[in-house]
DNA sequence: GGTAGGATGGGCT
DNA sequence: GCCCATCCTACCC
């Protein structure tokens, strides 16, 4: 199968911050566009104040405190649409938001998604322009990634991956945490305007 | 190379 | 009414 199995649910029903770095690899894959997850964040529950399920279930955050493998996707400054994939077990909340993908598959429709975007690079490296270049939107919100059409796969071939842990992006409160993961050395991650070919 | 500011609408107090 | 888990443009080195 193409980009290797859908991960099974149990991928999903681990600590948040197990799945924000297991994911790290994986690839994303939406009818003919795919790309590999090269970044992601942990959002907790509990504690954790810079996460939506902070203040409780409400009809937003339902999905977040619903069964793992799940997408729960949101508008964000009534412009953009962010993907977070659920993770824990049913009832516990605590997501991971999808912020960086280096594209695999599609990538002419995902320039044409995107057209201000000059290179690949540019395609998906941050969470409002990944989900323009899928083609994903808020009509996905709760639908099941080990179901379908939005699925992660498993990806080839690829070994461990090597993780850098930094802070959270673009939040106030709990910014010091170190909930922000990446591949190392991968110029398709966000908050650059790095245009080469390769990074360091 | 860099950054300041504006667009824009839903969720929650 | 205020706050955003953002992105793009204009403008300035």
Known sequence: ?????ILPRSFYARS????????LGK????????????ETEAYLGGEDLAAHSARGLTGRTR?????????????????YEC???????DGRPGCVLIRALQPVSGLELMHARRPGARQPEQFANGPGK????????????GADVTRGPLVVRQGEGAGPVEIVVTPRIGITRAA??????????????SGTRYNGPSLR
């Open 1 to 5: 199968m193409l980009f290797g199995r």
């Open 16 to 23: 948040t911050v197990e799945v924000a770095r297991g994911l």
């Open 27 to 38: 690839v994303l894959v939406h009818g003919p566009t795919a790309g590999i997850i090269v």
């Open 176 to 189: 010091e945490l170190p909930l922000r993961f990446l591949i190392a050395r991968n110029g398709f991650v």
């Open 130 to 141: 990944l989900t323009l270049a899928l083609g994903i939107t808020r009509a996905h919100n």
């Open 83 to 89: 993907l977070n994939l659920v993770a824990e077990r």
């Open 63 to 79: 999905v977040i405190f619903g069964p793992p493998g799940h997408a729960y996707v949101y508008l964000i400054y009534g412009m």
